[in-house]
């Protein structure tokens, strides 16, 4: 999302809508395309939305994984994907644990490369799938503001939706515990708050956060009912919000700690219609790709 213009991320949500509002019989456009799923980290939404919206387009894929993957007896990254372009698919799509792997085999490789989460650095897909579903719930995106709350340190999906939004007009507030903020994060014309209870009334749209304790070699706060305490969105916090508020989550959801399950399935949760999104997002990425080589 860094990357992306403006221009780039309106083309890649108006193909979205057009593939939503067709029917889902598969076209056979690309039924001799390959896509390559590669996955050195679990994954459910991502991985299995790349995979319809990979059969949707009429295209064949194929998963690997890290436990299936020659990486676990040595071979490095580039030699695994080298080895993988070397049978011609046309789009690589990556997951990984460091922040940049995707960016490296952009360098290295002519075949097509989609992030699909590197690390703490970006999930660029989640982004455009958000601005989707934020475009269709509230009908714009420019002049919102948005509520990023939660693990903003160790989130590459904050990340890309901060730069995202802001490209597309929305004003962004960042809330968590000072351990989960990054220092530096100013640099990017962000608001900042400690206190959930104190900016919620602001937002038009609500973003929680998992903590990502897998990215954290120890926990950066006293304690779990403290954070939720402070940080947790539950029906007593959202008495102070907008009453057209939108709730979104990416998923994996924490029920009980950053959000409560009566507000996860209440009537402001558009967190299953992040995930319908998905699909026809990944669609879209998927078919510029695999048209032309490059966004268009
Ligand atoms: N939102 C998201 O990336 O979920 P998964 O980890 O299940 O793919």
Redesign the pocket.
């Known amino acids: 999302m860094h990357d992306l213009s403006r221009p780039d991320i309106l083309s890649i949500l108006a193909l979205a809508k057009k593939f939503k509002n067709t029917p889902k019989a598969p076209t056979q456009a690309f039924s001799h395309k390959t896509v390559v799923n590669l996955f050195f980290?679990?994954?459910?939404?991502?991985?299995s939305s790349f995979e319809i919206a990979t059969k949707r387009l009429g295209a064949s894929s194929i998963n690997i994984t890290s436990s299936s993957s020659s990486t676990i007896k040595g071979e490095t990254l580039i030699d695994t994907a080298k080895n993988l372009e070397a049978m011609n698919p046309d789009v690589i799509i990556i997951?990984h644990f460091s922040s940049g792997a995707p960016y490296v085999l952009s360098q290295v490789l002519k075949t097509p490369i989609i992030n699909?989460?590197d690390g703490f650095h970006e999930?660029p897909t989640?982004a455009l799938l958000d601005m989707m579903t934020i475009e269709e719930a509230k009908g714009k995106i420019s002049g919102l503001t948005v509520l990023i709350v939660g693990d903003i340190a160790h989130s590459r999906?904050a990340r890309s939706n901060i730069y995202g939004l802001q490209k597309m007009g929305a004003k962004i507030i960042v809330c968590g515990p000072p351990t989960l903020i990054p220092p530096d994060i100013q640099k990017l014309h962000v608001g900042v708050s400690h206190s959930l209870k104190e900016v919620v009334s602001k937002a038009d749209v609500i973003m929680m956060l998992r903590i990502q304790e897998e990215r954290q070699d120890r926990i950066q706060f006293p304690s779990k009912r403290e954070y939720i305490k402070y940080f947790g969105l539950t029906l007593d916090t959202l008495k102070q919000a907008k009453k057209d508020v939108i709730i979104m989550h990416?998923?994996?959801l924490n029920r009980g700690v950053e959000i409560a399950s009566e507000v996860a399935d209440g009537p402001y949760s558009v967190i299953l219609n992040q995930v319908t999104n998905g699909v026809v997002v990944r669609m879209a990425l998927l078919s510029m790709l695999m048209k032309a080589g490059k966004i268009e």
């Open positions: 980290e679990p994954s459910t939404r991502t991985r997951r699909a989460g999930h989640q999906v990416p998923g994996p």
